[in-house]
């Protein structure tokens, strides 16, 4: 369950074998089943997880309604960063869509990785700057594009996942309703 961690790790540092082992016995496996949150809004984010089977959406309420703004695969990481790193209450939700298999991680465990191994920050930052490139093509989606461009940009970027999201999510994601949501893909088809 590790070796996707390991491999995705050794992509950023040529890892020693203290560091795989510290690795190894900081995260640990978790199972999350379909449609239960792995943090709730007012919650306070314990855990970054790494997703190894299975697939979480992000949403935040507005206008008493979900907003679903990102979508995480296998092979990524999954956690409200500024609640884990602040010790603050989340804004937003993270649940499960699929059945999911991850490895989590406590902040404490994450600084122990940081503070005591040679390619810690490395690590670390590797994290943060992926986290900081998703977060702003979020926003710049957000306010720069229409119903249909964010359709697109999600097709682009989702491509493998759209048989695996229902509908109602991706309506979510674009901010649209659902019929709305069939009228841009008829639209997006016939271009």
Known sequence: MHSILLQLFSQVANLEQEEVDLIKKCFKPYSLPKGANFLQTGEINKHVGFLTKGLVRYFVYKDDEESTFEFTKEGEF???????????????TIQA????????????????????TKNGNLIGRYL???????MVNQLLAIYM???EERYNRFVSYYADLTQ???????????????????????RFTNK
Do not use: W
Request: net charge neutral; glycine share 2%.
């Open 164 to 186: 695996r999201i229902p509908q109602y999510l991706i309506a979510s994601y674009v901010g649209v309703k659902p019929p709305s949501l069939s009228r841009i893909r008829r």
């Open 97 to 116: 869509i699929e059945d999911c298999e991850m490895l989590i991680i406590t902040y404490p465990d994450v600084q122990t990785i940081f503070n005591t």
């Open 128 to 134: 943060v700057e992926h986290r900081f490139d998703v």
């Open 78 to 92: 999954i956690a409200d960063y500024q609640s884990f790193t602040k010790n603050v209450p989340s804004l937003q």
């Open 145 to 147: 594009q229409n119903h």
